[in-house]
């Protein structure tokens, strides 16, 4: 299982968003840090088979992530991800599954043990629009996991979510990287310093570091403020 990212650029009228980046990325958890602008978002895209790039490619065992057999076994949770405020977290989930087009009798199953995973089990019948923030986070983490995907994709997960939430989430994560490829873009430094098995860092479109990030190499947050300053946390 590999998602190969080959000489990958975009650019947006003269700015360069992304920089010929390169990466191969096997089962783990890799954790994204960078500033707001950093180019996060828009390599998570191209990575998704949602934005195309200028230049380079993106495969997954030989796959072109364009292609209908990689959507299925994708999961993704945008930044700010759609929802119909009238549907309950339950009736949302079955037509995310519809739109996946997931097997109606076994979704069911499947999305009550995940309602259950992100601490919603007993929010299914209520409608999102009385959810909090923290809560439509959780639900949008629910629906990127629907089709049992291999490569997850989870852009800002995190945000809104209150302390003990962060907590749920990291355990979470730890266990599907166990099994699958999990790329989690952030700002915030602590969601991903204990759990990533590889720390990716971008600034100004550029992979700027790459790596095990360990005790050695010093406190992560701090290399994160010298490059990016106060105001990125």
């Known amino acids: ?60 065992d030989g796959i072109s992530v364009a292609s209908e057999e990689y959507r299925d076994v994708l999961g993704y949770l945008p930044q700010d991800f759609g929802y119909y405020p009238e549907f309950t977290g339950m009736e949302f989930l079955m037509y995310m599954a519809s739109l996946k087009g997931l097997n109606k009798a076994s979704t069911k199953k499947k999305a009550t043990e995940l309602m259950d995973l992100v601490g919603l089990g007993d929010k299914g019948r209520k409608k999102i629009k009385t959810y ?29 979510l209150d302390p003990r939430e962060r907590v749920r989430f990291r355990n979470m994560i730890a266990e599907l990287g166990k099994e699958n490829i999990v790329l989690l873009s952030t700002h915030i430094v602590s969601d991903i310093e204990h759990i ?28 994160y403020l010298e490059q990016f300053g106060e105001g990125a946390l």
């Open 1 to 60: 299982m590999e998602l190969i990212i080959e000489n990958l650029s975009k650019s947006y009228k003269d700015k360069k968003v992304v920089e010929n980046i390169s990466l191969s990325l096997k089962q783990g958890v890799y954790g994204l840090l960078g500033a707001n602008g950093a180019g996060k978002t828009t390599l998570m895209r191209m990575l998704c088979g949602i934005l195309k790039a200028d230049t380079g490619s993106v495969t997954f």
């Open 132 to 160: 909090s923030g923290g809560m439509k986070q959780r639900l949008g983490i629910a629906q990127a996991l629907l089709n049992d995907p291999k490569v997850i994709i989870l852009d800002e997960p995190t945000v809104g």
């Open 196 to 223: 990533a098995d590889v720390v990716l860092m971008m600034k100004e479109g550029k992979l700027i570091y790459r790596g095990k990030w360990t005790e050695e190499n010093g406190d992560l947050e701090e290399f």
